[in-house]
């Protein structure tokens, strides 16, 4: 699965075209044309904007991964002798 196929598929859930997320958080309809027709993908600030809406990780997006969100959820770590 490409980022924009991945991409598309939040936006449907979310109920939102892919253009109207884009312009929501500061990327031109230009480069989603680029994403779906050139199969390029995004720059990493674009890419963390993406996915800091969805509430998703990059990794997600990049489809190195299958699981939406990271695992860690909380900011203390804990570390046994």
């Keep these: 699965m490409t980022f924009y196929d991945r991409y598309q598929q939040l936006c449907v859930e979310a109920g939102s075209s892919a253009t109207g997320v884009a312009v929501s958080v500061g990327i031109s309809r230009a480069s989603v044309s680029d994403w779906k027709n050139k ?11 993406i996915a800091d809406y969805f509430g998703v990780s990059t990794d997600y997006l990049l489809g190195k991964t299958d699981i939406k969100k990271s695992g860690h959820t909380s900011g203390i770590y804990t570390f046994s002798p």
């Design 39 to 49: 199969g390029a993908v995004p720059s990493a600030s674009s890419l963390k904007k």
